[in-house]
């Protein structure tokens, strides 16, 4: 919109100039979304996105390290696209719980979706260990 047609429309809903804040779109583009722990999925048919069982214990798992349910964004994707939805959030971590994601900075953690640990035990503590890397992380 230029300056004119601007002052038109400000002028026609009796609004001074002074109170109508102009966003900038390349400012809008680079909101990103505040949260303490992504974690992040490829597509899976037990899907921790889905109210159920593996969201249940996914919650379980990273409430043992402090985190509450508002601290926690999941998000399901496809593998590729990766760095594009990274760009989208500013988290202070991010846990990847799928076998084809790969950490590529300090805060961001790698270990088995919660619906593979829920039906082989072994993977448990090694779980474990991750989350209190990501505890370590959050301090």
């Not at 609004?15 to 979304?33: C, G, R, S, T």
């Not at 722990?37 to 899907?47: A, G, W």
């Not at 969201?55 to 964004?73: P, R, S």
Request: a positive charge; glycine letters at 2%; proline letters at 3%.
């Amino acid at each position: 919109m230029n300056a004119s047609l601007r002052s038109h429309y400000l002028e026609a809903l009796s609004m001074p100039k002074f109170l109508h804040v102009q966003a900038k779109v390349q400012d809008l583009n680079e909101l990103k979304i505040d949260t303490q722990c992504l974690v992040i999925e490829t597509k899976n048919p037990h899907s921790f996105c889905q109210i159920g069982k593996t969201q249940d214990f996914l919650f379980k798992m990273l409430g043992a390290i402090k985190l509450k349910e508002y601290d926690i964004k999941c998000i399901s994707i496809n593998a590729d696209n990766l760095n594009q939805i990274l760009k989208q959030y500013n988290a202070k971590t991010v846990l990847l719980m799928s076998s084809g994601l790969k950490p590529s900075l300090y805060k961001h953690f790698s270990t088995h979706h919660p619906s593979e640990i829920l039906t082989n035990e072994q993977f448990k503590r090694e779980a474990w260990e991750v989350l209190k890397k990501v505890k370590q992380c959050l301090k």
